[in-house]
């Protein structure tokens, strides 16, 4: 018996301390360790002093305390407003080493958070949750929200532009309809990188074509290395080389304005001095010829060696164009880029086309510094006459599925 009393007296008392406890409190938990605790009286036959009317009265400010701590969440969602980053073809391998570097410090200055969507056609959405959970294993602080979205869709020239210009008009819509006018994006890869380009352009009407670029930083990266390869200095010494024409077709390389640093010859100067790279090349065949075919067939003696995509040079090119959009770049310093033209040194106007360019307050413009000879022009129809076969063939085939639809 006395112990009976005594854990009744502790029994009491606990439910006593703790609903005075809460009544201090305005934690929706509580409540309901409290209410659990005085379900208890059921098995020590202890009834609450708490009336049906104060327990109504206590459930109300549970749930207005419920409703006002979502009302916060979702206005801490909204308030964020994050940059949005979206990459197609997530699930090739150079995005494994994109990714990381997207979050880099200073590439998007004064942008706190970030929200990368993944998607790729053809891509298994499994696959795609197990890039995002990596994604997620970096512990990115300013990573918001990572999501993936696949869309399973099940090579002679016309099929090939088939797929492409099915998908990229369907990305175009997509980004019309979803995205901000002020969205940037860049396409890169190693086929057809002009068309898409283009047809993102034609299916964006509310977008300035000035938004979109084609990557050739990857390809003019390609051409230093065996520039310095023959001049036996390091890549980054070679500077100012220009592509011009279709990125993953004909393309010509100019050195007009490209430039060797540290290059062992008859003039030596300090750091900052530099020579023209065709008065230290004197091997006239091999530029005409065997480089030309080196920088073909680089990429693909890489692939076959590695047995996958290259993905490091890639990401480097993506890299470097991000800060020079995003930071500005030297007055000096020439890019390639593949973008739309207004009709300058002669190329049709609405073809993407990769020209030099320079970076200013966070825009692009052609150069209008070079010089385009007669021999120059003639190679840049040839390119543009590709590029516009190559747009024709897209452009039949989606009139053909519009009529089928």
Same mark, same amino acid.
């Given at each position: 018996?006395k112990?009976?009393?005594?854990?009744?007296?502790?029994?009491?008392?606990?439910?006593?301390?703790?609903?005075?406890?809460?009544?201090?409190?305005?934690s929706?938990?509580?409540?309901?360790?409290?209410?659990?605790?005085?379900?208890?009286?059921?098995?020590?036959?202890i009834?609450?002093?708490?009336?049906?009317?104060?327990?109504?009265?206590?459930?109300?400010?549970?749930?207005?305390?419920?409703?006002?701590?979502?009302?916060?969440?979702?206005?801490?969602?909204?308030?964020?407003?994050?940059?949005?980053?979206?990459?197609?073809?997530?699930?090739?391998?150079?995005?494994?080493?994109l990714i990381?570097?997207?979050?880099?410090?200073?590439?998007?200055?004064?942008?706190?958070t970030?929200?990368?969507?993944?998607?790729?056609?053809?891509?298994?959405?499994?696959?795609?949750?197990?890039?995002?959970?990596?994604?997620?294993d970096?512990?990115?602080?300013?990573?918001?929200?990572?999501?993936?979205?696949?869309?399973?869709?099940?090579?002679?020239?016309?099929?090939? +532009?088939?797929?492409?210009?099915e998908? !990229?008009?369907?990305?175009?819509?997509?980004?019309?309809?979803?995205?901000?006018?002020?969205?940037?994006?860049?396409?890169?890869?190693?086929s057809?990188?002009?068309?898409?380009?283009?047809?993102?352009?034609?299916?964006t009407p509310?977008?300035?074509?000035?938004?979109?670029?084609a990557?050739?930083?990857?390809?003019?990266?390609?051409?230093?290395?065996?520039?310095?390869?023959?001049?036996?200095?390091?890549t980054?010494?070679?500077?100012?080389?220009?592509?011009?024409?279709?990125?993953?077709?004909?393309?010509?390389?100019?050195l007009?304005?490209?430039?060797?640093?540290?290059c062992?010859?008859?003039?030596?100067?300090?750091?900052? !001095?530099?020579?023209?790279?065709?008065?230290?090349?004197?091997?006239?065949?091999?530029?005409q010829?065997d480089?030309?075919s080196?920088?073909?067939?680089?990429?693909?003696?890489?692939?076959?060696?590695?047995?996958?995509?290259?993905?490091?040079?890639?990401?480097?090119?993506?890299?470097?164009?991000?800060?020079?959009w995003?930071?500005?770049?030297?007055?000096?310093?020439?890019?390639?880029?593949?973008?739309?033209?207004t009709?300058?040194?002669?190329?049709?106007?609405?073809? +993407? !086309?990769?020209?030099?360019v320079?970076?200013?307050?966070g825009?692009?413009? +052609?150069?209008s510094? +070079?010089?385009?000879?007669?021999?120059?022009?003639?190679?840049?129809?040839?390119?543009?006459?590709?590029?516009?076969?190559?747009?024709?063939?897209?452009?039949?085939?989606?009139?053909?599925?519009?009529?089928?639809?």
């Amino acid at each position: 018996m006395k112990i009976y009393r005594m854990w009744e007296y502790w029994m009491v008392n606990t439910i006593f301390e703790t609903y005075l406890l809460f009544l201090f409190s305005k934690s929706f938990l509580l409540l309901l360790l409290y209410f659990c605790t005085f379900l208890l009286q059921g098995y020590y036959g202890i009834t609450s002093d708490m009336n049906s009317d104060l327990m109504l009265k206590i459930s109300a400010e549970n749930r207005q305390t419920k409703e006002l701590c979502i009302e916060e969440e979702i206005h801490r969602h909204m308030s964020l407003r994050p940059l949005h980053i979206w990459i197609s073809s997530a699930l090739n391998p150079i995005c494994y080493s994109l990714i990381p570097q997207l979050f880099s410090p200073g590439l998007f200055p004064g942008l706190p958070t970030f929200s990368l969507h993944l998607m790729d056609a053809g891509g298994s959405e499994e696959m795609l949750q197990g890039l995002k959970m990596e994604t997620e294993d970096l512990a990115l602080h300013q990573l918001h929200e990572p999501a993936c979205e696949s869309n399973d869709v099940q090579d002679d020239k016309d099929h090939m +532009v088939s797929q492409v210009a099915e998908r !990229f008009r369907c990305y175009g819509q997509l980004i019309e309809a979803n995205a901000q006018k002020d969205v940037r994006v860049i396409i890169a890869g190693d086929s057809f990188v002009n068309l898409k380009c283009s047809l993102l352009i034609e299916n964006t009407p509310s977008v300035d074509p000035h938004n979109f670029m084609a990557m050739t930083t990857q390809l003019e990266y390609e051409a230093k290395t065996q520039l310095a390869q023959k001049l036996s200095v390091k890549t980054a010494d070679i500077t100012n080389v220009i592509v011009w024409g279709n990125i993953s077709g004909s393309f010509h390389i100019d050195l007009q304005r490209a430039k060797v640093f540290r290059c062992d010859g008859a003039i030596w100067g300090p750091d900052g !001095f530099s020579q023209q790279v065709m008065e230290m090349i004197y091997d006239w065949k091999w530029l005409q010829t065997d480089f030309m075919s080196l920088v073909h067939k680089h990429r693909t003696t890489i692939s076959s060696k590695t047995n996958k995509a290259t993905a490091i040079s890639t990401t480097n090119g993506i890299m470097t164009i991000l800060k020079a959009w995003n930071n500005d770049a030297s007055p000096e310093d020439v890019f390639s880029l593949g973008v739309i033209s207004t009709g300058q040194f002669g190329i049709p106007a609405g073809l +993407v !086309f990769s020209v030099p360019v320079s970076f200013r307050d966070g825009c692009w413009s +052609v150069r209008s510094d +070079v010089t385009v000879t007669d021999e120059l022009r003639q190679k840049l129809n040839a390119c543009a006459d590709e590029l516009k076969m190559e747009r024709d063939i897209a452009a039949r085939i989606l009139k053909m599925h519009d009529r089928l639809q």
